[in-house]
């Protein structure tokens, strides 16, 4: 198939319906706001439901109410509009609702600013609601992934019966870049019958919930929970990593920032300075092991984030303190840039501390 | 022998939990019986809400799904947006619907969602022991109203039919009471009318249904009767609101 040329938003919209996703639920909000825009009109062309909701609220639990019915179900929204969907967002991962969630970051907290941030890291892999829960976070640094990574979430959703979150920034949301829509994986998936589809006289009926008043019974749950989550640890890690094994600094940086750190790596090279580079592709589970395979007369670990540096406590559990570890971002909607970064990387390579 | 009378199919055998004299068992069973005569159980899909019915979804015999507080009419729009041949019902109390849901529940009726809604009324939360409701009227002492509900402090106590009736999308909206065998009948019959209306597809259908909370209240269940007789049915007056017919 050959490429096609399209903005963020609306390229999530089009792979969620490549991945067979037929159901939107979602309110305006900006830099998100071209993903409703684009589903209202594609997926009633497919068959599907597009949904404006009255609320964040109401449409995250519309998004329950879908997923739990047996259906592909998505819902996308920024900062402000994903902190308001924690709670269906909990309430899916106790009752073990598939759904994918889309996060176009922006500035915060509160209200906050528009343009493009970082800072719901936190929020999105340590679990934004209340709970021992975990949801699985796919942080694409192109149009490209995320595409790929929109059309895998509604796969993993369905495989583990668990929420997904896309975590990208305003800036992969409004830019355009070429991409290429790769046949749906769709490897064998269980089939959703637990799902409330009506029992139509043929079998028991199905409950969807997240409630155990028992307290051993949740803690059952929980157990059981985390044994899901534990393999999604094992199995489910995904980064891209170079420059290592020589590394004089190395950068962490994931999204948008990965790419102007690549810029920064080779600004570094011309000056003779060694840096490498790992990029979080997964932010939840995160990919500690790789860590291990840091040079070790490296200098410092350079984390680079659109906030004020929520990334550097998955970097230090990662180093296990054996160098030192610095940050350089930019916060509130501005966004880092080569020679701003540089300067941290020489400062490190120089061994200022 | 003559079988006279026979639990619903549409109820499974869970012992139900509620309070002795609450009313929340008689209205389960109208439900579950109407499911069954209307011969639509097995397409049922019923959402439950958070508050003392929390767990129907362990006593309606049918597909059941578990919402947060307040956002049963929202989890049911998704269902039935999924499944629009199936029957959706969501059941819910005056602190779900009245208060934390009244976002949810004005937009699913001014969507026209076609899925049911049984509101049960019983002016207090009793799940979380007794505090003053939306629906809790003046005067009436509750462990978050200690000295009585105050116009001044809380005003007036919301009634959720009469306004839902202002909504075009709202087909059907009626109150009934369970307090007698006669008010039993009547809010059988709305019922049953509530889920017509969701099934010949004409838009949202509510029932409120006024319930007694006698362990909250502090009254004995016959007591209770006479409270909600007295007091709450002058302010929340029995009747059909809006009724598809009428839109002809």
């Known amino acids: 198939?050959?490429?096609?040329?399209?903005?963020?938003?609306?390229?999530?919209?089009?792979?969620?319906?490549?991945?067979?996703?037929?159901?939107?639920?979602?309110?305006?909000?900006?830099?998100?706001?071209?993903?409703?825009?684009?589903?209202?009109?594609?997926?009633?062309?497919?068959?599907?439901?597009?949904?404006?909701?009255?609320?964040?609220?109401?449409?995250?639990?519309?998004?329950?109410?879908?997923?739990?019915?047996?259906?592909?179900?998505?819902?996308?929204?920024?900062?402000?509009?994903?902190?308001?969907?924690?709670?269906?967002?909990?309430?899916?991962?106790?009752?073990?609702?598939?759904?994918?969630?889309?996060?176009?970051?922006?500035?915060?907290?509160?209200?906050?600013?528009?343009?493009?941030?970082?800072?719901?890291?936190?929020?999105?892999?340590?679990?934004?609601?209340?709970?021992?829960?975990?949801?699985?976070?796919?942080?694409?640094?192109?149009?490209?992934?995320?595409?790929?990574?929109?059309?895998?979430?509604?796969?993993?959703?369905?495989?583990?019966?668990?929420?997904?979150?896309?975590?990208?920034?305003?800036?992969?949301?409004?830019?355009?870049?070429?991409?290429?829509?790769?046949?749906?994986?769709?490897?064998?998936?269980?089939?959703?019958?637990?799902?409330?589809?009506?029992?139509?006289?043929?079998?028991?009926?199905?409950?969807?919930?997240?409630?155990?008043?028992?307290?051993?019974?949740?803690?059952?749950?929980?157990?059981?929970?985390?044994?899901?989550?534990?393999?999604?640890?094992?199995?489910?890690?995904?980064?891209?990593?170079?420059?290592?094994?020589?590394?004089?600094?190395?950068?962490?940086?994931?999204?948008?920032?990965?790419?102007?750190?690549?810029?920064?790596?080779?600004?570094?090279?011309?000056k003779g300075?060694?840096?490498?580079?790992?990029?979080?592709?997964?932010?939840?589970?995160?990919?500690?092991?790789?860590?291990?395979?840091?040079?070790?007369?490296?200098?410092?670990?350079?984390?680079?984030?659109?906030?004020?540096?929520?990334?550097?406590?998955?970097?230090?559990?990662?180093?296990?303190?054996?160098?030192?570890?610095?940050?350089?971002?930019?916060?509130?909607?501005?966004?880092?840039?080569?020679?701003?970064?540089?300067?941290?990387?020489?400062?490190?390579?120089?061994?200022?501390? | 022998m003559t079988m006279v009378y026979e639990k619903s199919k549409g109820l499974t055998d869970v012992p139900f939990h509620y309070c002795p004299g609450c009313t929340h068992g008689v209205i389960h069973k109208l439900v579950a019986e109407t499911l069954v005569e209307l011969g639509v159980l097995e397409d049922a899909i019923g959402v439950a809400p958070v508050g003392c019915s929390v767990l129907a979804y362990k006593y309606f015999n049918c597909d059941m799904q578990e919402a947060a507080h307040g956002r049963a009419p929202a989890v049911a729009t998704g269902i039935k947006r999924v499944h629009p041949e199936n029957v959706v019902f969501t059941y819910q109390g005056d602190g779900d619907l009245a208060s934390i849901g009244t976002a949810e529940i004005v937009h699913a009726a001014h969507r026209g969602e076609k899925f049911t809604t049984i509101f049960v009324n019983n002016a207090i939360y009793g799940m979380t022991g007794g505090q003053m409701a939306p629906t809790t009227l003046i005067g009436q002492k509750t462990t978050t109203s200690p000295l009585g509900r105050t116009v001044e402090h809380s005003g007036m106590p919301i009634r959720m039919s009469e306004m839902l009736a202002t909504i075009d999308g709202a087909k059907f909206v009626e109150r009934v009471s369970v307090d007698t065998p006669a008010n039993i009948r009547k809010a059988k019959k709305a019922i049953k009318r509530a889920f017509e209306c969701q099934i010949q597809g004409k838009g949202f259908a509510i029932v409120e249904v006024l319930s007694t909370c006698p362990t909250n209240w502090g009254y004995t269940p016959v007591k209770a009767l006479g409270w909600l007789q007295e007091n709450m049915i002058p302010y929340y007056p029995l009747g059909n609101f809006r009724d598809f017919e009428e839109d002809k």
């Open chain 1, 1 to 270: 198939m050959s490429k096609v040329l399209m903005k963020g938003n609306e390229a999530v919209g089009a792979a969620a319906i490549k991945a067979g996703c037929r159901y939107f639920f979602g309110y305006p909000i900006t830099p998100s706001s071209e993903i409703p825009e684009y589903m209202s009109k594609a997926l009633p062309e497919v068959g599907g439901v597009f949904l404006q909701a009255e609320s964040e609220v109401a449409a995250i639990n519309m998004v329950y109410g879908a997923g739990g019915a047996g259906a592909r179900v998505m819902t996308g929204s920024s900062s402000p509009g994903i902190s308001l969907k924690q709670e269906g967002i909990t309430y899916a991962a106790g009752a073990e609702i598939p759904c994918v969630i889309v996060n176009m970051m922006r500035g915060g907290p509160g209200l906050g600013s528009i343009q493009p941030g970082q800072a719901d890291y936190y929020q999105s892999t340590r679990g934004g609601g209340n709970g021992d829960y975990r949801t699985l976070c796919y942080a694409p640094a192109s149009i490209q992934e995320t595409v790929d990574y929109v059309m895998l979430a509604f796969d993993k959703a369905d495989e583990y019966r668990n929420p997904v979150l896309i975590c990208a920034d305003g800036m992969i949301g409004q830019m355009m870049e070429a991409v290429e829509f790769k046949e749906n994986l769709n490897k064998n998936l269980p089939a959703k019958d637990w799902a409330t589809t009506g029992t139509k006289g043929k079998r028991e009926k199905n409950i969807v919930n997240s409630l155990f008043l028992e307290a051993e019974l949740c803690e059952d749950h929980n157990i059981r929970l985390e044994k899901k989550y534990k393999l999604m640890e094992e199995n489910e890690v995904l980064y891209e990593a170079f420059g290592l094994e020589d590394a004089d600094v190395v950068c962490v940086a994931y999204g948008t920032t990965s790419r102007i750190v690549k810029t920064a790596i080779k600004l570094a090279a011309a």
């Open chain 1, 273 to 353: 300075i060694k840096v490498g580079i790992i990029r979080p592709i997964t932010l939840w589970p995160y990919p500690y092991a790789i860590y291990k395979d840091i040079n070790p007369n490296c200098k410092g670990i350079l984390g680079v984030e659109m906030s004020q540096g929520q990334i550097m406590d998955d970097i230090k559990i990662g180093i296990e303190g054996r160098m030192p570890v610095y940050f350089h971002g930019r916060t509130g909607g501005m966004v880092p840039t080569p020679a701003g970064i540089l300067a941290e990387i020489e400062k490190i390579a120089g061994g200022t501390k």
